[in-house]
């Protein structure tokens, strides 16, 4: 594939194929770069919970509601870097061959990923709780509860069990293999997640955060990173949900491979048709607003079609009813008008001082777009709805989550780091970014540092002691 790319494959993972795939999966995982992940949860609790002052708080409430809620799908998106090439294009045409590059020197690197994606459904085998709001945001999103009933892959909760022989190939199994694996992992927005796979899949929560803390950085060895605290923190964002991070992600990643800067290349295995392999469509419009010059009129329209709350935060309680859009494309358009408007507004005020010294028609100085008036934005809504669906994955979510995850990453890491004829994530210039988990309403991350006052969790070491000692045997 290439720089633009139409839909990714997901495969949908469930107790009737599990054994078929498994060593695929298991390969995916151990040829990875990193691994993106995402869980769909049956709840995550009160925002009273998540947003509690104290991060120790926060962490206990979010414990309490990982032991009596479930995961219901998995979502893995292996990313494989196989190969950096160095384009030639006109940043680069005019370099010597002094390796001691500096900034303006910087040479035009295009990062080449395979890409894996399983989403796997999971079934909790012990009693727990289903949020309304949980259930219909799931519902909404086209997952499917009989599917999850009848064709979940089971699991318990907690510590390890006397398992059977073929409990080999199970979520616990994958999440040992993860640990295994010592692969970076990546996550939009890891708290919850972390702490819900460490209960779920892993061993009973500690409980004090800084023993979940420490034992994590013995379950992660090489880092977790986490795209919601680099958009936050570092790169910025108007707005930082994982569908606009995306999506911004990936019309950068384009203009700038067309730019001649480094930018990423996604390629997938030939997959024949089947059941098991689910096309999540997410190719880019052919047609975008930002180019345009829409009058005051018009501007107001684009504003107007748009759910605001949608556009902030990613979600709207009106759902699939809202009678606004929630067209990702169309927000990221006007968040685009916003900035050129400000930037023309800018250039307008400093050649306005300048008028005396001759020309300053708008024509000449670039600072008019293609006129847009109103009858044309009706008729470019109309081409859109047929779009509408897009980056909505159904049952697959939790695995199209995870690769929406991994492709950011995979974009800052092409932006920020630096590549040193290495395939290990540790070589490539990412260290500010490691270990740094977004914390929402704060302005610090938390760090998934060991300190030398903490000590790890009893069921931690005693997990971890067996993982070390079994070898690889899945
Ligand atoms: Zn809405």
């Known amino acids: 594939m290439a720089v ?109 990923f395979l890409v894996q994606t399983y989403n796997i459904m999971a079934l909790c085998q012990e009693e727990y709780i289903v949020e309304p709001a949980s259930l219909r945001f799931l519902v909404e999103h086209g997952f499917d509860f009989n599917k999850q009933y009848s064709c979940g892959v089971g699991y318990y909760r907690g510590n390890d069990k006397a398992e059977s022989p073929s409990s080999n190939v199970s979520l616990r199994s994958l999440f040992t293999k993860l640990v295994r694996s010592s692969k970076p992992v990546v996550f939009h927005n890891a708290l919850t997640d972390l702490v819900y796979l460490y209960q779920n899949f892993y061993a009973n929560l500690p409980a004090t955060m800084s023993s979940f803390i420490s034992d994590l950085t013995e379950i992660f060895p090489s880092g977790v990173y986490d ?63 930002q180019d345009t010059d829409p009058d005051p009129d018009t501007f107001q329209a684009i504003k107007d079609h748009i759910c605001q709350g949608f556009a902030g935060h990613g979600w709207c309680g009106n759902g699939n009813r809202c009678s606004k859009s929630h067209d990702i494309d169309m927000i990221l358009d006007l968040d685009q008008l916003v900035q050129t408007k400000k930037s023309r507004k800018r250039k307008r005020r400093i050649l306005n001082q300048q008028q005396e010294n001759g020309d300053n028609s708008d024509e000449k100085t670039g600072l008019v777009g293609n006129q847009f008036t109103k009858d044309q934005l009706d008729q470019f809504i109309v081409s859109r709805h047929e779009n509408r669906e897009i ?37 490539c210039g990412m260290e500010a970014f490691k270990n740094n988990v977004y914390l929402s309403g704060k302005d610090m991350p938390l760090s998934i540092v060991k300190s030398a006052f903490s000590k790890n969790s009893k069921d931690h070491k005693e997990k971890i002691k067996r993982i070390s000692e079994n070898g690889d045997n899945s």
Request: glycine content about 6%.
């Open 4 to 112: 633009r790319f139409e839909s990714i494959p997901v495969l949908d993972v469930n107790i009737n194929n599990i054994h078929h795939l498994w060593p695929s999966l298991m390969k995916a995982v151990e040829s990875a770069t990193f691994i993106a992940i995402d869980t769909e949860l049956s709840g995550i609790g009160t925002r009273k919970t998540l947003m509690a002052k104290s991060v120790e708080d926060r962490y206990k409430g979010t414990a309490e509601n990982a032991k009596s809620r479930s995961v219901v799908s998995l979502g893995l998106s292996c990313f494989q870097l196989t190969h950096v090439d160095t384009k030639s294009g006109k940043n680069t045409s005019d370099m010597s061959d002094d390796s001691s590059v500096d900034d303006g020197a910087e040479s035009c690197r295009v990062w080449n």
């Open 391 to 427: 980056c909505k994955a159904g049952c697959h979510r939790a695995g199209f989550d995870s690769f929406m995850t991994g492709f950011s990453f995979a974009v800052y890491l092409s932006k920020y780091g630096n590549y040193n004829d290495s395939f290990c994530l540790d070589d």
């Open 227 to 289: 795209t919601k605290y680099i958009t936050d923190y570092v790169h910025r964002m108007p707005a930082s949900y994982l569908e606009y991070v995306f999506r911004k992600s990936q019309r950068d990643n384009l203009q700038r491979y067309e730019t001649d800067k480094s930018s990423v290349t996604i390629n997938i295995l030939p997959y024949p048709p089947s059941d098991t392999v689910n096309q999540c469509r997410c190719g880019l419009p052919q047609k975008t607003l």
